[in-house]
């Protein structure tokens, strides 16, 4: 796993004190934890535990009952529209799915978020979206149409189209749902290399073993039961160490 940039004097994203609900039923409670700049952090756990809610708090789609998500110091969800709409700007993120738009080509849904939020000219676009889309490997691909290429391919596209105006900060909800072992591999590998060559900070959810031990600086892992945080830390020295039974099952899986 490739080493993390050194941790600046503020985190770049800070959960405090979130509470995630449907209106009586509580999700999760009392979440709290700091992002480093450059990090890859996990948000991990079993099936039904909040995970993607977790994530859709943290991109702006869903509004906490309680507590904020700071970004750079600056709340999210007690900030003016307009200026949580400049935040949301600031990151990118890759569904499950890869969300592209099937009669659309690469480069096209790539441009998507340039047509929208930039003044780029068509050239400009056609010479950024080229780039993106070989940062993930797909150089020679702009063509194509999503039912053309393969569920990995797709993922990269997904996420050339994430980092289309430049993230600090890029979410991704199961990244290798769907995707076998080596196409899995070969996605965290291009995060890992995305983290060293461009600095970008990740935020993952993922209940992969592979990827978590892969390419995870830190994870917070979620308790349905409990309904909060119950570890926080390095996966691995949570899987040899943690004094929670569920966190070291959870990452003791199919071990023999």
């Given at each position: 796993m490739a080493t993390a940039p050194a941790a600046s004097p503020s985190p770049q994203i800070a959960v405090r004190d979130l509470t995630m609900a449907y209106g009586s039923f509580v999700v999760q409670r009392n979440l709290a934890f700091d992002i480093r700049h450059g990090e890859i952090f996990v948000i991990m756990g079993d099936s039904g535990c909040g995970?993607?809610?977790?994530?859709r708090h943290m991109?702006?789609?869903?509004?906490?009952?309680?507590?904020?998500?700071?970004?750079?110091?600056?709340?999210?969800?007690?900030?003016e529209p307009d200026e949580r709409e400049a935040m949301m700007r600031r990151f990118g993120v890759l569904y499950q799915s890869g969300a592209l738009w099937s009669s659309l080509t690469l480069a096209e849904n790539v441009s998507l978020p340039m047509q929208q939020f930039t003044d780029l000219s068509p050239a400009e676009m056609r010479d950024l979206v080229s780039l993106k889309l070989a940062l993930v490997g797909l150089a020679g691909f702009e063509e194509?149409?999503?039912?053309?290429?393969?569920?990995?391919?797709r993922k990269r596209a997904g996420l050339a189209r994430a980092m289309a105006l430049d993230p600090e900060v890029l979410f991704f909800d199961e990244p290798s749902a769907g995707l076998d072992p080596l196409s899995s591999r070969r996605l965290d590998d291009l995060i890992l290399e995305l983290r060293q060559s461009l600095g970008t900070t990740f935020v993952v959810v993922t209940h992969e073993l592979a990827s978590i031990f892969t390419i995870g600086d830190r994870a917070v892992f979620l308790d349905a039961e409990a309904r909060t945080q119950v570890a926080l830390g390095d996966p691995k020295a949570l899987r040899d160490s943690s004094d929670n039974p569920k966190v070291r099952a959870f990452l003791q899986r199919g071990k023999a």
């Open positions: 995970k993607s809610t977790l994530l991109i702006g789609l869903q509004s906490p009952a309680e507590g904020d998500v700071l970004f750079s110091g600056q709340s999210l969800w007690h900030a194509f149409y999503p039912s053309e290429i393969s569920g990995g391919m």
